[in-house]
């Protein structure tokens, strides 16, 4: 399987150039960014990590078609293949954070993320591209430098069906969020290798990746509590699509989700510390990567075993520890899968 981290800006760019050090050591493939609003920025980390490491691929996960025009984040992405010697990714999603403080709006995020992905995919060839899409506009446009690469893999982050889909029609990789429960993570990998096929692309050629919030300690029911309230968050925000929650009885009570309905995106975990009574073990083992090293072990196996291609981390430290033992621990393990 292909091993991922993803990094958050919270910390300094220096932790960030650690992580991803300590990532390409023990087998991790690719390292994520998020672009995410108002954390240090993306870019300026992924270059850090370019410059500062020798095999590992990186990239957004995500950036998104809104806050920067498609044309400026091919030139970043692009720039960011050339410093890291042709490392780059590009990851893709809707976008959530930023936008009412922006005051930005999301039109047809489908629609916009599909036109984003072939604007960039035409620019990198070098040639002048017009491009009048029902969101992106550019207008007799070049790269005025050429990449190392005329192709760069594409991934798109998308935790509902209709994104997913369009990502399996085109994209290199579909990102999912919170899909690890081997149903939830089978129903991934199904929706996006028949939409595949139906475009007529190779089901086995587009790369199903599942996004999880990772903690690894000896003490099983520690490594859970670490991931707890963002399980928590994740279940009761609603902004992930599962298929098989409801069948599994997974879903939080309507009056737990009622506790928290009106909470924006921008407010963080802390709203969410009221419901935790209510997140089990369960809970947080259907949308996390959270136990002993033999508990985790076992579960990426699972989501090997429905097709699942890459598991990408978020890491949480257990109690007296860092982020960097959970690391240490998954690396391993997923590369080995």
């Known amino acids: 399987m292909i091993p991922g981290i993803l990094n958050v800006g919270h910390h300094p760019a220096s932790?960030?150039?650690?992580?991803?050090?300590?990532g390409e050591s023990v087998g991790f493939e690719q390292f994520w960014v998020a672009d995410e609003r108002f954390y240090r920025d993306a870019y300026a980390l992924l270059t850090a990590v370019a410059l500062s490491t020798q095999r590992i691929t990186m990239g957004t996960c995500v950036t998104d078609p809104y806050t920067r025009h498609p044309a400026l984040t091919t030139v970043s992405v692009a720039t960011l293949d050339e410093m890291s010697n042709g490392r780059a990714l590009f990851g893709l999603g809707s976008g959530i954070s930023g936008f009412i403080e922006l005051g930005l709006e999301r039109p047809k995020p489908i629609a916009a993320m599909r036109e984003a992905i072939e604007l960039f995919r035409r620019m990198l060839t070098g040639e002048v591209v017009d491009y009048d899409g029902k969101i992106i506009k550019f207008h007799s446009g070049r790269l005025n430098f050429m990449p190392p690469r005329a192709t760069i893999p594409v991934y798109v982050a998308s935790n509902g069906p209709q994104g997913q889909r369009m990502a399996a029609r085109i994209a290199d990789g579909v990102i999912m969020e919170a899909c690890s429960?081997?149903?939830?993570?089978?129903?991934?990998?199904?929706?996006?290798?028949?939409?595949?096929?139906?475009?007529?692309?190779?089901?086995?050629?587009v790369r199903c990746i599942a996004r999880l919030n990772a903690c690894v300690a000896s003490d099983g029911k520690a490594a859970r509590d670490a991931v707890r309230l963002r399980a928590g968050r994740i279940m009761a925000a609603g902004r992930t699509v599962f298929a098989t929650h409801d069948e599994l009885g997974l879903r939080l009570p309507a009056a737990v989700l009622a506790e928290v309905a009106d909470v924006p995106y921008a407010a963080g975990g802390a709203p969410y510390e009221r419901i935790l009574p209510h997140v089990t073990d369960r809970h947080v083992d259907a949308v996390a990567l959270a136990g002993t090293l033999e508990d985790v072990t076992a579960r990426v196996a699972a989501l090997k075993a429905v097709g699942i291609d890459g598991i990408t981390i978020s890491p949480y430290a257990p109690p007296g520890e860092t982020t960097a033992s959970t690391v240490r621990a998954l690396g391993p393990v997923i590369a080995a899968a």
Do not use: C, I, T, W
Not at 186 to 204: L, N, S
């Open 15 to 22: 932790h960030a150039v650690e992580v991803a050090q300590l």
């Open 181 to 205: 429960q081997p149903e939830e993570a089978e129903a991934f990998v199904k929706g996006v290798r028949d939409a595949a096929k139906e475009a007529g692309r190779d089901p086995a050629s």
